[in-house]
C-alpha cells in the first residue's frame, strides 16, 4: 500500500453492538497482549473513551490513555506496518502527537526500524502477567506447595462445593455475588467504582460479550467467580472475584477456571496488577512463565 492510498481514519465510538465487527480481527491477530481482547477492550471502552475506525480490512482504536493523552494501538489487520502511517496521517491533520499504548517490545523493535521514535516508556504497573496453562492446572512441584495446601483445606473445609460455567439460568446468582463482593459505591475511589461498573455491565450484557465464565459455588452459595476468553494459544482471565471469608477460594477458582477452560492452551494471562503491592504479590505467588511489557511510544511526525 502506497502512502498516497493510505485510508482516511473516521473514528465512531464503540458500543457493544460492534463486538461482532471487531472480533474477528483481535482472533486473526492472535495476540497475547489483554489489551486485545474483546473482555480487555470493550469492558473498559467507557472508562478510555474508546473509538474505531474499521478500512483496509484493518481495525484502528483510539482511547484516552494514561493521564488522559489521546493515544493509538498498533492497528490489527492486512498490513498493520503500513496502517500506522495512516494514524500519523490523521495526527497531522488533528494536529496530535503520535503516541500509541500498550506497544509490546517485538512491536517497538519493528517502529524503531521503520519510524522515528521520539520516546518508549514502561510502567511495571502494567505488565501482563503470562502463566503456563500446565503450571495452573497442575499446580505441580515445590514452589505451588502453598497453593496446593490452600486448596486441600479448602476442600476439607467445604466439602460441598462445585465449579459450574456461566450460563442464562445462573446469571442472577453471580450478579447477586457481585453486590455481595463490591458493597456500596462509596467504599471506592474513581478507578476502583470503574470496576464495579465494568463488572457488572458485562454480566448485564453476556450474551453481548460472549465470553467464558465459572462460578465456584459452596453449599449452593456462589462465593468466587471468573470470566475470560481463548485468543490462539491463550487463554484471558478478565475477571476474578473471590470471597476471602472462604479460606482458599481464590486459589481454587484459579485452578478450577484453567482446569476447565485452559485445555489445549499453551498460556494463562492473568491481566495486570496496576500497582496494588497486593496483587502483586498473589501474582507472582503463581511463578508466571514471563510478564509481557507494555511501552507507550510517540513517534515523531516530520
Known amino acids: 500500500m502506497e502512502t498516497q492510498t493510505l485510508p482516511t481514519l473516521q473514528f465512531k465510538k464503540l458500543t457493544l453492538n460492534d463486538i461482532p465487527l471487531v472480533r474477528p480481527y483481535l482472533e486473526q491477530a492472535k495476540s497475547r497482549l489483554c489489551d486485545s481482547t474483546v473482555g480487555g477492550i470493550f469492558m473498559w471502552r467507557d472508562y478510555f473513551g474508546t473509538e474505531y475506525a474499521i478500512c483496509h480490512d484493518t481495525v484502528f482504536f483510539k482511547v484516552k490513555y494514561l493521564h ?17 502511517e495512516a494514524i500519523l496521517g490523521y495526527c497531522r491533520a488533528e494536529r496530535l502527537p503520535a503516541v500509541f499504548c500498550t506497544v509490546t517490545e517485538r512491536a517497538l523493535r519493528v517502529m524503531e526500524r521503520h519510524f522515528t521514535v521520539k520516546s518508549a516508556v514502561t ?10 496453562s500446565a503450571d495452573l492446572m497442575t499446580l505441580a512441584g515445590k514452589k505451588y506447595a502453598g497453593q496446593r495446601n490452600h486448596i486441600h483445606q479448602f476442600q476439607r473445609t467445604y466439602g460441598n462445593h462445585e465449579f459450574v460455567p456461566v450460563t442464562a439460568e445462573n446469571i442472577p446468582l453471580a450478579v447477586e455475588f457481585l453486590h455481595r463482593f463490591f458493597g456500596d459505591d462509596g467504599d471506592y475511589d474513581g478507578t476502583g467504582l470503574a470496576e464495579k461498573k465494568t463488572v457488572l455491565e458485562l454480566f448485564d450484557n453476556y450474551g453481548a460479550y460472549g465470553l467464558l465464565g465459572g462460578l465456584l459455588l459452596a453449599d449452593g452459595k456462589v462465593i468466587a467467580l471468573s470470566a475470560g476468553e ?3 494459544d491463550t487463554l484471558f482471565v478478565h475477571i476474578e472475584k473471590a470471597d476471602t471469608s472462604y479460606h482458599g477460594a481464590y486459589q481454587m477458582m484459579v485452578n478450577a477456571f484453567a482446569n476447565y477452560y485452559g ?12 500497582g496494588d503491592e497486593g496483587l502483586r504479590t498473589s501474582k507472582l505467588s503463581y511463578h508466571p512463565a514471563f510478564l509481557l511489557e507494555k511501552y507507550t511510544v510517540e513517534i515523531g511526525l516530520n
Open 230 to 232: 481463548v485468543i490462539g
Open 263 to 274: 485445555g489445549g492452551t499453551a498460556y494463562i494471562n492473568r491481566e495486570e496488577d496496576v
Open 68 to 84: 488522559d493523552t489521546t493515544a493509538f494501538t498498533i492497528p490489527m489487520g492486512a498490513d498493520a506496518l503500513h496502517c500506522v
Open 123 to 132: 510502567e511495571r504497573d502494567w505488565f501482563d502477567y503470562v502463566y503456563n
